[in-house]
């Protein structure tokens, strides 16, 4: 599975942005999908997870309330809602997939990442 990243882009405190992760192939539907990011000078960490069929979801607490991710296995596509942007969301967001169908460990202290998409910008102004 191949994974393309959109919908950066630079937005005012405050503002919304989606970003969007389109997978290559129908085997999609089977994995566990979700989000990191990376800020400047700082490991790359968690950020959203939704199993296979769309529930559960994961969140870090830092986004909890304010992003929402969801999943359209027709499309074969992942979504990454953010609402009540800060300037501390600022990072580049990469989209990624467990390892193993059916696995849940994005969210994890150990994620087994098996593919991760190419990154994509988010730049929050104050």
């Known amino acids: 599975v191949q994974l393309q990243a959109s919908g950066g882009g630079l937005v005012q405190a405050g503002g919304s942005l989606r970003l969007s992760c389109a997978a290559s192939?129908?085997?999609?539907?089977?994995?566990?999908m979700g989000w990191f990011r990376q800020a400047p000078g700082k490991e790359r960490e968690f950020v959203a997870a939704?199993?296979?069929?769309?529930?559960?979801?994961y969140y870090s607490d830092s986004v909890k309330g304010r992003f929402t991710i969801s999943r359209d296995n027709v499309k074969i596509t992942v979504y990454l809602q953010m609402n009540n942007l800060a300037p501390e969301d600022t990072a580049v967001y990469y989209c990624?997939?467990?390892?193993?169908?059916?696995?849940?460990?994005?969210?994890?202290?150990?994620?087994?990442?098996?593919?991760w998409g190419q990154g994509t910008l988010v730049t929050v102004s104050s």
């Open positions: 990624a997939t467990d390892r193993r169908p059916h696995t849940n460990t994005l969210h994890s202290t150990g994620p087994d990442v098996g593919t």
């Open positions: 192939a129908r085997t999609f539907s089977n994995y566990n």
């Open positions: 939704i199993s296979s069929r769309g529930w559960p979801t």
